[in-house]
């Protein structure tokens, strides 16, 4: 098989395992599907594909000699989606915090699957070249990412481009496997899932011990979900409606499990292993969301993408990616951070929106100002959220009653019932006070502010760059 053939399975192969399975994500129970429900007239867009989108345009404009500096530019110039770590992502670049070090900053979702879904396009700029293929993916999940993350991204884009070269299942999957950080969350649950298989364990049983050992509040956790999608692929053994019903019904991250399943099975197969049931109902389209904005060309079919793909294999850096150091940051000196007043009467802490500061959570809560800036008397959403409880008052009205053990998923579009609130901010500014049902530092706590369109918004009340373009929600 030539290997524009292995990447138009690929993309066919990502097509179908999104749509299949974007009706299921975020269910964590085991599901029962035997095709797509509902069968779909086209493929829906999925940012599973579409962020990648902007990688292709990237690196057919600048060529492979990537920085994180041209990523993050055409992220904020390209895409406006909000959720997670994306709009961390989004929020941190906006503040003025340099590319390398967006992801690890103030982010509680550094271990989610947003990066790791963004791997195809890198397979493809590095054809059987996983040192290339690895340090792509580091590259791109500074952005948005912390360790974890990044390994799941790893791990996906060094199996894919040693698939898209030829290489046998087993071989690319330990291959991919050695790339993975030692001592991480995803090295043991990539471990677990391998052994189970190679002891004979029942495919079901051997789900449950990964569910078991790596579960987590957020659906989205990428040790658990990238090892899913290796389960699926071992216990799928190269059938292809064993694999991709395997990676539906796992449950979870499941848009993104069957996504990247159904890559590898296509990378491996081509696009003739699937037959007409799979392919018929979603055509060969190529469909964005209105996160995505802004691109000259992008493709329009899976047939275009998959030609402009290999144009890139055989493409180099003349020298090798920069990946760089993740550096602290001093917040202080961002835009949008304020200070919080400990309740206790200790010293002023900064901040800007998110989990707070252990002093705050020590003093049992905070006290501040929201300004009103440009945006006065504007809808917002506010969130929340604590594991020990916590009552949130502006200008003395309460506004949010967070009742204690809420799953702690602080995001805007997802946070648990209880925990957000929309009103319109002051026409003056106004005094907020946060009272915890804890004082213990190590809890988790956060308040997260956000505008109507749900873009994270500074407490300041500085009109910040690069606002969002998605419609309010």
């Given at each position: 098989?030539?290997?524009?053939?292995?990447?138009q399975?690929?993309?066919?192969?990502?097509?179908?395992?999104?749509?299949?399975?974007?009706?299921?994500?975020?269910?964590?129970?085991?599901?029962?599907?035997?095709?797509?429900?509902?069968?779909?007239?086209?493929?829906?867009?999925?940012?599973?594909?579409?962020?990648?989108?902007?990688?292709l345009?990237?690196?057919?404009?600048?060529?492979?000699?990537?920085?994180?500096?041209?990523?993050?530019?055409?992220?904020?110039?390209h895409?406006?989606?909000?959720?997670?770590?994306y709009?961390?992502?989004?929020?941190?670049?906006?503040?003025?915090?340099?590319?390398?070090?967006?992801?690890?900053?103030?982010?509680?979702?550094?271990?989610?699957?947003?990066?790791?879904?963004?791997?195809e396009?890198?397979?493809?700029?590095?054809?059987?070249?996983?040192?290339?293929?690895?340090?792509?993916?580091?590259?791109?999940?500074?952005?948005?990412?912390?360790?974890?993350?990044?390994?799941?991204e790893?791990?996906?884009?060094?199996?894919?481009?040693?698939?898209?070269?030829?290489?046998?299942?087993?071989?690319?999957?330990?291959?991919?496997?050695?790339?993975?950080?030692?001592?991480?969350?995803?090295g043991?649950?990539?471990?677990?899932?391998?052994?189970?298989?190679?002891?004979?364990?029942?495919?079901?049983?051997?789900?449950?011990?990964?569910?078991?050992?790596?579960?987590?509040?957020?659906?989205?956790?990428?040790?658990?979900?990238?090892?899913?999608?290796?389960?699926?692929?071992?216990?799928?053994?190269?059938?292809?409606?064993?694999?991709?019903?395997?990676?539906?019904?796992?449950?979870w991250?499941?848009?993104?499990?069957?996504?990247?399943?159904?890559?590898v099975?296509?990378?491996?197969?081509?696009?003739?292993?699937?037959?007409?049931?799979?392919?018929?109902?979603?055509?060969?389209?190529?469909?964005?969301?209105?996160?995505?904005?802004?691109?000259?060309?992008?493709?329009?079919?899976?047939?275009?993408?998959?030609?402009?793909?290999?144009?890139?294999?055989?493409?180099?850096?003349?020298?090798?990616?920069?990946?760089?150091?993740v550096?602290?940051?001093?917040?202080?000196?961002?835009?949008?951070?304020?200070?919080?007043?400990?309740?206790?009467?200790?010293?002023?802490?900064?901040?800007?929106?998110?989990?707070?500061?252990?002093?705050?959570?020590?003093?049992?809560?905070?006290?501040?100002?929201?300004?009103?800036?440009?945006?006065?008397?504007?809808?917002?959403?506010?969130?929340?959220?604590?594991?020990?409880?916590?009552?949130?008052?502006?200008?003395?009205?309460?506004?949010?009653?967070?009742?204690?053990?809420l799953?702690?998923?602080?995001?805007?579009?997802r946070?648990?019932?209880?925990?957000?609130?929309?009103?319109?901010?002051?026409?003056?500014?106004?005094?907020?006070?946060?009272?915890?049902?804890?004082?213990?530092?190590?809890?988790?706590?956060?308040?997260?502010?956000?505008?109507?369109?749900?873009?994270?918004?500074p407490?300041?009340?500085?009109?910040?760059?690069?606002?969002?373009?998605?419609?309010?929600?």
């Amino acid at each position: 098989m030539d290997l524009l053939t292995r990447i138009q399975g690929m993309w066919l192969g990502k097509s179908i395992g999104g749509t299949l399975g974007l009706p299921a994500e975020g269910r964590t129970d085991r599901q029962h599907f035997t095709y797509y429900d509902p069968v779909p007239t086209l493929a829906p867009p999925n940012d599973d594909l579409e962020l990648q989108l902007v990688w292709l345009e990237l690196l057919e404009r600048l060529g492979p000699q990537l920085t994180a500096d041209d990523l993050g530019k055409a992220w904020l110039d390209h895409i406006h989606y909000i959720w997670d770590e994306y709009g961390r992502c989004r929020w941190n670049l906006r503040r003025g915090v340099p590319a390398a070090s967006a992801g690890a900053l103030d982010n509680h979702f550094h271990a989610g699957m947003g990066s790791p879904i963004r791997s195809e396009i890198w397979a493809c700029a590095a054809v059987g070249d996983p040192d290339l293929a690895e340090s792509y993916a580091r590259l791109d999940s500074l952005l948005d990412h912390g360790p974890e993350g990044a390994a799941g991204e790893v791990f996906l884009a060094v199996l894919e481009c040693l698939i898209l070269a030829g290489r046998p299942l087993p071989e690319a999957l330990a291959a991919a496997r050695a790339r993975v950080d030692a001592g991480s969350e995803l090295g043991r649950a990539l471990d677990l899932a391998v052994s189970d298989h190679a002891n004979g364990v029942e495919a079901w049983q051997a789900h449950g011990h990964l569910v078991a050992a790596h579960r987590s509040e957020n659906f989205t956790h990428a040790p658990l979900n990238v090892a899913l999608t290796a389960w699926a692929l071992l216990h799928g053994a190269g059938d292809v409606d064993r694999t991709l019903l395997f990676a539906v019904n796992c449950g979870w991250d499941t848009d993104c499990t069957c996504a990247s399943a159904g890559a590898v099975i296509g990378a491996l197969g081509g696009p003739g292993c699937f037959d007409e049931r799979w392919t018929k109902p979603i055509g060969d389209g190529v469909w964005l969301g209105p996160g995505i904005v802004g691109l000259s060309d992008p493709p329009r079919t899976l047939g275009q993408l998959s030609e402009r793909s290999f144009r890139l294999a055989g493409r180099r850096p003349a020298a090798p990616l920069v990946v760089p150091p993740v550096r602290a940051v001093d917040a202080t000196a961002l835009a949008g951070t304020i200070l919080l007043q400990p309740l206790d009467g200790s010293p002023a802490v900064a901040w800007a929106n998110g989990e707070l500061p252990a002093a705050v959570k020590a003093a049992g809560g905070a006290t501040w100002t929201w300004r009103a800036g440009a945006r006065a008397g504007m809808r917002h959403h506010l969130v929340c959220l604590a594991d020990a409880g916590a009552r949130l008052s502006v200008d003395g009205t309460l506004a949010v009653a967070c009742p204690a053990g809420l799953p702690y998923v602080p995001a805007i579009h997802r946070c648990p019932r209880g925990s957000r609130v929309s009103l319109n901010s002051g026409l003056a500014d106004q005094r907020v006070e946060l009272r915890l049902g804890s004082t213990d530092p190590q809890q988790r706590a956060s308040v997260v502010l956000a505008e109507a369109n749900m873009d994270l918004a500074p407490w300041s009340g500085e009109m910040l760059p690069h606002q969002g373009r998605l419609a309010a929600a």
